[in-house]
């Protein structure tokens, strides 16, 4: 006879179950189970049993007598306590501890890691002592969750020291399901990802953590620095060095005077400054021209920096949150193509400047914040050199680091007056020049006041100069005693004057762009903010030609960080109407393009939008032009779905979430939908109706799928399927149904993935829906074809491929395509296989979707070897190794097999 206790209660005798009556003599069982074969004082059994009641000892005599008829083995009772006369081997929790001690005291890792799987296969995923009331229950049941949990983390451990990161960040991912608030396995799972070389998910993945649970996450990496070494990354030395990065910004312009700090930089930076280390701190005034000193004498300096040139905004004075030291220093390996040995914060300090000592690279740290931020992204010693730029002096790296501080001050007023001319060019400067003395007095050699007052009178027309100039300088006069030492108010000082003297269209345009979120905003949305394109084009180039905005890359623009807290001052201001209706604008014009973007990807997805006349709403023709809308809008969409929530704007934090969802899905962007979706589901029951919830919660499902938590999947979906049957919504119920016939046939359950998959097919079929009968179709297809009956999963195939042929549906299509190539290669047909493969790998080309490329490559693969066709077998593979590899995967050939399996 056997007994689980790691989930609900359960006597087997040869495999049957044994029917243990509920309530006292269940409890009692499991608590003689807990250390079988050892007396249980009678104190404990009350304390368990009847906690609190005044209970006599006849009551256990009782009970241990409905035990003993109830599982037929001996139950004794005597000399105050009782036991159970069984093997403890015969008990799962026994073994489960039983084989993690053991494995602990295992040195070998190969042998330690297969009995920690051993003692792990014991638990089957349920809560342990399920359903046992009591607080002592309770506190046996946290216990056995602490142990279950440290053998998964001493199982991933293991499986970072046997060199399996992929199996290791499966496991931990695993693991995080069960534990999701777990410092270790978070800990972990950052340590598989860097081992792997995936240093970009790390920030997004402790910002998530970080939002999810409310707790900073910068411990976690300082956390890490007394764990045991894990991995052993060095630089690969069949890499080598590097192509040489030079990440320096462009210059606004041609940098004017400055050429006694420029000589005293480069003195410092190529170790010509006695008493200096080769570190040099630029700093002064916001506005004052650091970083165009600091890049300008990077751009000049970089030939003698052979390896390259390392450049990072540290947003120390930003609206954004400031860079973490930690973020920087993984992109900054990641350009040196150096892996640390250890991720915590030491370890990556370590391999950064181990990685720079045989190097001679410059590295440039623009806006930092104060010392701390800056001293880790520091070289160490060799031949690489450091230039700061701060708006405080941080004196302290002079004291400890011995850098050499240059104060930027404003121009002198030959440098004021070459850059005014500069920049209004010769014809207007020789129309100014009677005013030169009063703009000089007034800018007070700020260059970022120079270029703003240059840029408002290049707009006007030349014959309009004398009066803009003399408005200008009626309107300034309370700026001009300028307080240097406080630079935020000396920029908003100057920045309210050029708001003063901008159009109506162009200011309203300035605040309206702080509305929106950011980080950067399109031609498009910049025209729905506005009255048509002539006014918005003349009010944004206002805007850009005063410095105000910038546009980074083409018809994308964006606000410094200064600008846009003025901005967002100057929206403050306004009628809250207007406010609450540029928002609105910005809010629906993503939704309505995004919605329009992700009919395209997903035809069959209804939602309530309606199409709006009042902006211009992009129409991509294929996959690739709506996938190529969501990469350049995906940073803002996520902005966009946080202000909502922040905001509490029910309708777009439901319906965007779901608009964005299919490219996520397709971009492995699975644990942004977890959030999103997370956030949209309470949203839509304020506001939607209960097939709008049913739809979010099937999304749930298939997300919590795609991250692997395959028990809360199918508890979403049957969720889903509930409130769908209980409102009476056919197509939502066949959809549930449909998922849930997928998620049973990929654990094995045919039969029921059967009656699960007809059923949808009948309902689909009720409601005329060709493209849910053809992705049933399709499902039973494959359900058919894993139990052998090849001949009905052909047929089943090809009426999906019937139905889905000429539809918008091309996913549904290349996945039927597929599931045809898998059942001619089955049957031995190699030929019509192949072919099958070349159609959806087709259409999963046209649709941008590498890693199902990737999968039907290498079946395409298998089927060409089987032709005797090994060289172009072998071009598919390689085709497929391509894919994964910019997709992030490092061992190809597991990941090529991987792939072979999914199928």
């Not at 046992?132 to 020291?161: K, M, N, S, W, Y």
């Not at 104060?370 to 700061?388: D, K, T, W, Y």
């Not at 019937?802 to 030929?831: K, P, V, W």
Request: proline content about 5%; charged content about 25%.
């Amino acid at each position: 006879m056997k007994f689980r206790l790691l989930g609900q209660l359960v006597a087997l005798d040869d495999g049957e179950s044994i029917d243990v009556p509920s309530g006292k003599t269940c409890e009692l069982l499991a608590l003689l189970l807990l250390t079988p074969g050892e007396p249980v004082p009678h104190r404990k059994i009350f304390r368990f049993l009847w906690p609190g009641e005044d209970t006599k000892p006849s009551n256990i005599r009782q009970y241990c007598l409905r035990l003993r008829r109830a599982v037929g083995l001996e139950v004794g009772n005597s000399g105050g306590a009782s036991h159970i006369r069984v093997n403890p081997a015969s008990v799962d929790l026994v073994r489960f501890r039983s084989q993690y001690a053991s494995a602990l005291r295992t040195g070998n890792p190969q042998n330690r890691r297969a009995t920690l799987l051993t003692s792990l296969a014991e638990w089957r995923g349920s809560t342990p002592l399920e359903d046992l009331p009591g607080e002592a229950f309770a506190r046996q049941r946290a216990r056995i969750l602490r142990e279950l949990h440290d053998a998964f983390a001493d199982c991933v451990r293991t499986d970072l020291e046997c060199s399996e990161p992929h199996i290791a960040l499966q496991r931990a991912d695993d693991a995080l399901v069960h534990w999701p608030d777990s410092e270790t396995l978070l800990g972990l799972k950052v340590q598989s990802l860097s081992t792997l070389g995936r240093h970009h998910e790390i920030d997004p993945l402790l910002a998530q953590w970080k939002r999810r649970f409310n707790q900073p996450t910068a411990h976690l990496l300082l956390a890490r620095t007394s764990k045991k070494n894990i991995t052993s990354g060095i630089t690969s030395p069949d890499l080598g060095f590097p192509e040489r990065p030079n990440q320096l910004p462009s210059l606004q312009g041609r940098l004017i005077g400055r050429r006694s700090e420029l000589g005293l930089l480069a003195d410092v930076v190529l170790g010509r400054e006695p008493g200096s280390g080769p570190i040099a701190v630029v700093a002064g005034l916001a506005g004052v021209g650091k970083t165009c000193l600091a890049v300008a004498a990077a751009q000049q300096l970089a030939p003698n920096f052979p390896d390259g040139v390392l450049y990072i905004d540290l947003r120390g004075f930003s609206v954004l949150e400031p860079e973490e030291v930690a973020s920087v220093l993984v992109r900054f390996l990641n350009d040196l193509r150096t892996t640390p040995a250890t991720v915590n914060l030491d370890g990556l300090v370590s391999a950064y400047r181990s990685a720079l000592l045989d190097r001679r690279v410059l590295v440039v740290l623009d806006n930092a914040r104060n010392e701390a931020q800056v001293r880790p992204l520091l070289p160490g010693p060799g031949r690489s050199a450091a230039i700061v730029t701060s708006r405080r002096q941080l004196e302290g790296m002079v004291v400890k680091e011995g850098a050499k501080l240059i104060n930027l001050t404003p121009l002198d007023r030959p440098e004021a007056a070459e850059l005014l001319e500069a920049a209004l060019g010769e014809e207007r400067m020789g129309l100014a020049r009677p005013f030169a003395g009063s703009l000089l007095d007034y800018c007070s050699g700020l260059p970022i006041a120079l270029r703003i007052v240059s840029a408002q009178i290049t707009r006007r027309q030349p014959r309009d100069l004398p009066s803009v100039v003399r408005r200008l300088l009626e309107e300034s006069s309370g700026l001009r005693p300028l307080d240097l030492r406080t630079d935020e108010l000396n920029v908003g000082s100057l920045l309210e004057n050029s708001y003063r003297l901008l159009s109506a269209p162009a200011a309203k345009l300035l605040w309206q762009l702080s509305v929106h979120p950011g980080p950067t905003i399109s031609w498009r949305a910049v025209q729905a903010l506005g009255h048509g394109r002539v006014a918005v084009d003349g009010s944004l180039n206002d805007l850009i030609h005063m410095s105000l905005v910038t546009e980074p890359t083409f018809e994308r623009y964006a606000m410094h960080d200064l600008v846009r807290i003025y901005a967002a001052q100057l929206a403050d201001q306004q009628d809250p109407g207007d406010r609450d209706e540029s928002l609105a604008t910005v809010m629906e014009f993503l939704l309505q393009n995004a919605w329009s973007c992700d009919r395209v990807l997903d035809p069959d997805r209804q939602l309530p939008i309606t199409t709006s006349g009042d902006f211009a709403v992009v129409s991509p023709t294929d996959h690739a032009a709506a996938t190529a809308w969501f990469d350049a809008e995906y940073a803002t969409l996520g902005a966009v779905l946080q202000l909502a929530g922040r905001l509490q704007l029910d309708r777009y934090t439901w319906l965007l979430a779901l608009t964005v969802l299919t490219y996520q899905w397709r971009s492995n962007r699975y644990l942004d939908a977890l959030g999103h979706l997370t956030d949209a589901l309470p949203a839509a029951r304020r506001i939607a109706g209960p097939g709008d919830v049913a739809m979010i919660r099937r999304l749930l499902a298939g997300t919590h799928r795609g991250l692997g938590d395959r028990r809360r999947a199918m508890a979403e979906l049957r969720g889903a399927v509930r409130t769908s049957q209980d409102h009476g919504d056919l197509k939502g119920t066949a959809l549930g149904r449909y998922s849930l016939g997928i998620m049973l046939h990929e654990d094995g359950a045919i039969d029921q993935a059967v009656v699960e998959l007809r059923a949808a097919l009948t309902g689909f079929e009720a409601q005329e829906d060709r493209l849910g009968q053809g992705a049933a179709l399709d499902g039973l297809a494959n359900v058919h074809h894993r139990a052998g009956d090849h001949f009905s999963a052909l047929e089943h195939c090809r009426r999906s491929s019937a139905l889905l042929n000429d539809t918008a549906d091309l996913n549904g299509q290349a996945h039927s395509s597929f599931t045809m190539g898998r059942i001619r290669a089955a049957i031995g047909e190699h030929d019509a296989a192949a072919a099958a493969y070349r159609h959806a790998l087709m259409l999963y080309r046209s649709m941008g979707y590498p890693s199902r490329e990737a999968r039907t490559l290498v079946r395409l693969a298998d089927s060409l070897s089987a032709l005797g066709r090994d060289q172009d077998a072998r071009q598919a593979v390689e085709e497929a190794r391509a894919l994964l590899a910019r997709l992030g995967e490092e061992d190809l050939d597991a990941a090529v097999e991987r792939q072979r399996q999914l199928s």
